[in-house]
């Protein structure tokens, strides 16, 4: 199972950016939870959203003053998730990590996958 995340690159403050993060595999039984993690530099890495195969969205503790301008979603039938973020500030800047928590045909429960990092960098 690979998450396989795109859509990271520079971007000019105030513009906006969509990373995609695809589970591929034909071993997915099934996915609950797909999100995306942050980490600045010199900083841990931190949940940003997740959202459940209901839609059900949980955000991060420490993003409230990026939640009004990101929308995660997601496409069940194509095992992807999104995150959408506009008027992009420089402390966007940070390498976003792909994340889900899925069930691989044969296993007998959920397992932690991740992505390999996009790098976003956010320009004044």
């Keep these: 199972v690979q998450l396989q995340a795109s859509g990271g690159g520079l971007v000019q403050a105030g513009g906006s950016l969509r990373l995609s993060?695809?589970?591929?595999?034909?071993?997915?039984?099934?996915?609950?939870?797909?999100?995306?993690?942050?980490?600045a530099p010199g900083k841990q890495r931190e949940l940003v959203a997740d959202i459940n195969s209901f839609g059900r969205i949980n955000?991060?503790?420490?993003?409230?003053?990026?939640?009004?301008?990101?929308?995660?979603?997601?496409?069940?039938?194509?095992?992807?998730?999104?995150?959408q973020m506009n008027s992009l500030k420089?402390?966007?800047t940070a390498v976003?990590?792909?994340?889900?928590?899925?069930?691989?045909y044969?296993?007998?429960g959920y397992e932690s996958y991740w992505g390999q990092g996009t790098q976003l960098t956010v320009s004044s």
Excluded at 21 to 39: D, H, K, L, P, T
Aim: glycine share 8%; charged share 20%; net charge negative.
């Design 21 to 39: 993060c695809a589970a591929v595999s034909e071993r997915i039984f099934s996915i609950n939870v797909m999100g995306w993690y942050c980490q």
């Design 106 to 108: 044969g296993s007998g």
């Design 90 to 92: 420089p402390e966007d």
């Design 96 to 104: 976003y990590y792909c994340h889900a928590d899925l069930r691989p």
């Design 59 to 83: 955000y991060g503790d420490s993003v409230d003053s990026v939640k009004g301008r990101l929308t995660i979603s997601r496409d069940n039938a194509k095992n992807t998730v999104y995150l």
